[in-house]
C-alpha cells in the first residue's frame, strides 16, 4: 500500500516567490492535515480537512497561505508571497477516522516525508 | 496553545539500556499517541493508548498513561542505534490533536 506523498521534498526560493507543495494521502482516507515544523520543534497544525470540506483553518496565515482539496483526495498548499520566517518543513498527513467523528477516539496519522522550504 | 510538554528535550544513552521519556498535558484527553521522527523524514506512529488504558506494549516499547497525573512516559527497552530519533506524543482534546514538542533521543553505540 503506498503512503503519503508529497512533492517537492526540497525547495528553495527568493523571498516574495511563490511556492506550492503538493499531497497524496492514503487512498480512502478522508482526513487530510497539513502541519509546518520548524527545526526542534513538533508540529504545528496549519489546516485539517475532512473530504473537501476545511474543518479547521484556525491557524492558517490566510493573507498568504492557500489550500484546497480538490475532490477530497490531493490537496496543495500555497504560500504567495513567501517570507523568510516561512523557512521550515511542510507535513502532510492522512488518516482513516476522523477527530470530530464518532465522539471519543482517533486512529493513527500517517505522515508525508515533507517538503522543505528554504526561503532567500 | 494548549502544547503538551516533553522531558527530557534531549536524551543520549549507550546501547542496550533503557529510555524513558514522558509527557505531560493540562486538559482531559481521550488518546495519547506517541510517534517517531528519523532526521530529515515524516513522522511514524508507534503506539496509542486510550484515556480508560493505564498500560499498553508493543515489541520493546511500553507506554503508561496516568490520567489523575494527566501524564504518560513512552519506556524503550534495549535500545539500539535505530532507534537513534526524535520521539512525539500527542493527545486528542477537544477534537483537536496537540503536540508535544518531542524529545530528541541518541543511542551511543
Known amino acids: 500500500e503506498a503512503g503519503v506523498v508529497q512533492s517537492p521534498r526540497y525547495k528553495i526560493i527568493e523571498k516574495k516567490q511563490p511556492v506550492a507543495f503538493w499531497c497524496n494521502p492514503i487512498?480512502?482516507?478522508?482526513?487530510l492535515y497539513w502541519y509546518l515544523q520548524n527545526l526542534g520543534q513538533g508540529p504545528e497544525l496549519l489546516i485539517r480537512?475532512?473530504?473537501?470540506?476545511?474543518?479547521?483553518d484556525s491557524q492558517l496565515p490566510k493573507d498568504r497561505f492557500s489550500a484546497e482539496r480538490l475532490k477530497g483526495v490531493d490537496s496543495t498548499l500555497k504560500i504567495q508571497p513567501a517570507e523568510l520566517g516561512d523557512s521550515a518543513v511542510y507535513l502532510c498527513?492522512?488518516?482513516?477516522?476522523?477527530?470530530?467523528?464518532?465522539?471519543?477516539?482517533?486512529?493513527?496519522?500517517?505522515f508525508g516525508e515533507g517538503s522543505r522550504l528554504t526561503v532567500l | 496553545s494548549q502544547q503538551g510538554e516533553e522531558d527530557p528535550q534531549a536524551l543520549s544513552i549507550q546501547e542496550g539500556e533503557n529510555a524513558t521519556m514522558n509527557c505531560s498535558y493540562k486538559?482531559?484527553?481521550?488518546?495519547l499517541q506517541w510517534y517517531r521522527q528519523n532526521s530529515g523524514r515524516g513522522l511514524v506512529h508507534l503506539i496509542l493508548?486510550?484515556?480508560n488504558e493505564r498500560e499498553k506494549h508493543s515489541g520493546r516499547l511500553r507506554v503508561t498513561l496516568d490520567t489523575s497525573k494527566k501524564s504518560s512516559s513512552l519506556l524503550i527497552t534495549a535500545s539500539r542505534a535505530a532507534d537513534t530519533a526524535s520521539y512525539f506524543c500527542?493527545?486528542?482534546?477537544?477534537?483537536?490533536?496537540?503536540w508535544g514538542a518531542g524529545t530528541k533521543l541518541i543511542i551511543k553505540p
Open positions: 500527542a493527545f486528542v482534546s477537544n477534537y483537536q490533536l496537540i
Open positions: 486538559t482531559s484527553i481521550n488518546n
Open positions: 493508548i486510550r484515556s
Open positions: 487512498s480512502g482516507h478522508n482526513t
Open positions: 480537512y475532512e473530504n473537501e470540506e476545511a474543518v479547521d
Open positions: 498527513a492522512s488518516s482513516l477516522v476522523s477527530l470530530a467523528g464518532h465522539g471519543t477516539n482517533t486512529g493513527e496519522l500517517f
